[in-house]
């Protein structure tokens, strides 16, 4: 059988892939080296539930790097340009890695479950490697593994009471906050269950501890769901985008750095702590970034996602930017997309053009978060 | 369009990939990141055209790490257990990288320029974070880069003459020994062409140093081919499971180390030169393996190339190894699989069981090379 993706032993089977496909998975990418769906029925459809009920995606492909040891804590910290100075256990921060240049390596969301110990839940890239080989300086009693554990990801306004129903209303899960976590057991399983996920809805990630427990996890969130008309679905593209969130190696890669992102909270470079890249970083800030992520409206006929890299020209053919992720947005009736564009070019208001499926389209600078600009627009 | 893999902009472009369209690639897998065709017609067809005739595949995906600077040599020789000490310049050669434990990070093709270039040309992992990390210690002037430059393989008994046809019989290439490589120029382009390649057969592998170089050297390559049955194909794993080749994150993982591979050419413990991983695998040694990497001949209906671990067991249903990559033999008339056996079974003659595709087999372990016990079996 194949649909989609060819099954050699170099690829590992998701801990809930022969769940997804009982649900009807059609198609697969790989991330991690590991299956991951892409798709039950379409993007839009995917999106209605997820805006309005509620879904289940397998995203097992995003592995965790355990540190454990006496240095978590400082080892964790010299990854990332984010000050975790205030960083408290049981809580869940999003990071960008860097690398000796301030390029970006992945960007973790990472689990603190103390001083000792921390789980990065990467984005697709060998973290693992990363970590070992900075770990190999000396400078650090730090242990790198590659734990069992993995999530599913219950995303959509309907999660909270899919909870409340199969923890019998446990204060706490349902007491979490935004991005704290929480060990449990559910279904008599032992799971972490975090007030997280890359959407821009309410939502839980959850964590099995053993790989032999996927099956069973995705079954009884999936029976459990039914009155909530919960669906088998995926990270949708059309959501994400419109959240103006990143999708590593599609919007960043170490060509890339978090100066560019414009996000200050997650890149503190006048922090006492030392990190990897911290004097290329300050280097660059004093020299003047060269191009911003921002977002971008898109004319013409509707935009799949799809791979690419689309040039973003001026009117006189000159290369203003790229388009790093595009697609067609429902909630702002028009296709969007994230990307670059040159600094002194952030604030134009001008019309510019990108070829795509055979189309010239105009294009107009967006500043993040779309709905700040495209809302009045409508 | 979608062929088997989902288009995300993650996933990145092979340089060939629009030719490998063109030719009827009908499927894709990813590698490092990278799309790769694995197949267009099927594995026994592409598998006669690469014993008899000349094939072509896109391995754009085995991405170059390039390691520049005074101490490259030095850093080269730091990430592996194989002794470079009479490493030649324009020579190729196969090596593991190893993790402080000595587990196997990739099994690169290693191409010396010189003392100070070198390029791994590396299987589907990202060592360019490995190598990034260790030399963060500082130890080592080097600098390391992933350039644009990527291989096509031709491979198969034909491949010479090609190679002769499209370099008008130049001696600088015709005159190559195996896994020597030379810098040179053929349909205008600046390419660098090594004898070596992921085959038992003869063949070369052709570096483009430009990513808009692709679409110009697949053409001319099939183009030229005609005359001597040139197919566009794709790695071939009768062809390499028949020679005992291995894959790596399907036969070899962090968890396995060379030792246990049985091939001492790439593991010399003993050299004066420090490396990642010494120590481990000195004790590792010291206190004896616990699995070897073997043969298997198995029972039963015809094996299709698949994800799987596949447990080996004894008449008293005891685990004793496992399967990591199986397929159907045309060389030698049956199923043959690679993967590891418990380390006191190596020399056993026992018939073992393996559960596969709903069907009870035989499994009996062949020493590697294949060849040196099946054919005297037919």
Not at 314 to 332: A, C, E, L, M, V
Request: overall charge negative.
């Amino acid at each position: 059988m194949s649909k989609g993706i060819i099954y050699t032993p170099r690829i590992r089977k998701s801990p809930f892939f022969e769940e997804t496909i009982k649900d009807g998975a059609t198609n697969f990418t790989t991330y991690n080296h590991m299956t991951m769906p892409v798709g039950y029925t379409t993007p839009e459809q995917e999106y209605n539930s997820l805006i309005n009920d509620v879904t289940l995606w397998d995203v097992a492909g995003e592995r965790q790097v355990e540190v454990v040891g006496e240095d978590a804590a400082k080892f964790v910290q010299y990854l990332t340009p984010r000050n975790l100075s205030t960083f408290k256990d049981s809580f869940c921060r999003y990071a960008f890695l860097t690398d000796e240049n301030g390029g970006i390596i992945n960007d973790p969301l990472i689990l603190k479950f103390n001083d000792q110990k921390f789980w990065l839940s990467i984005a697709d890239s060998d973290v693992i490697y990363w970590c070992k080989g900075v770990a190999l300086s000396g400078n650090f009693k730090v242990k790198i593994s590659e734990p069992e554990a993995c999530p599913v990801s219950l995303q959509g306004p309907k999660s909270k009471d899919l909870m409340a129903k199969v923890t019998n209303n446990d204060p706490k899960v349902m007491d979490l906050k935004y991005y704290q976590f929480v060990e449990t057991n559910l279904f008599g399983l032992d799971l972490i269950v975090a007030r997280s996920g890359w959407s821009n809805q309410f939502g839980y990630e959850i964590y099995i501890l053993r790989e032999e427990d996927g099956g069973a996890l995705w079954r009884n969130l999936m029976d459990a769901g039914k009155e909530f008309k919960i669906v088998p679905s995926c990270p949708n593209q059309i959501d994400r985008i419109e959240a103006g969130m990143i999708s590593h190696l599609g919007d960043t890669t170490l060509n890339d750095n978090p100066l560019e992102l414009n996000l200050p909270k997650f890149c503190d470079l006048d922090q006492e702590a030392d990190f990897v890249g911290k004097e290329a970083l300050k280097k660059i800030r004093d020299e003047g970034i060269k191009k911003q992520f921002t977002g971008f409206k898109i004319s013409g006929k509707k935009i799949g996602y799809n791979m690419a890299s689309i040039p973003v020209l001026d009117k006189n053919g000159s290369r203003s930017g790229y388009i790093t992720s595009g697609i067609y947005s429902p909630n702002f009736g028009c296709n969007i997309g994230l990307g670059y564009v040159n600094i002194d070019l952030i604030h134009s208001e001008e019309i510019y053009s990108a070829q795509h499926d055979e189309e010239q389209r105009e294009v107009e600078i967006v500043p993040l978060p779309f709905s700040s600009r495209l809302e009045k627009m409508k």
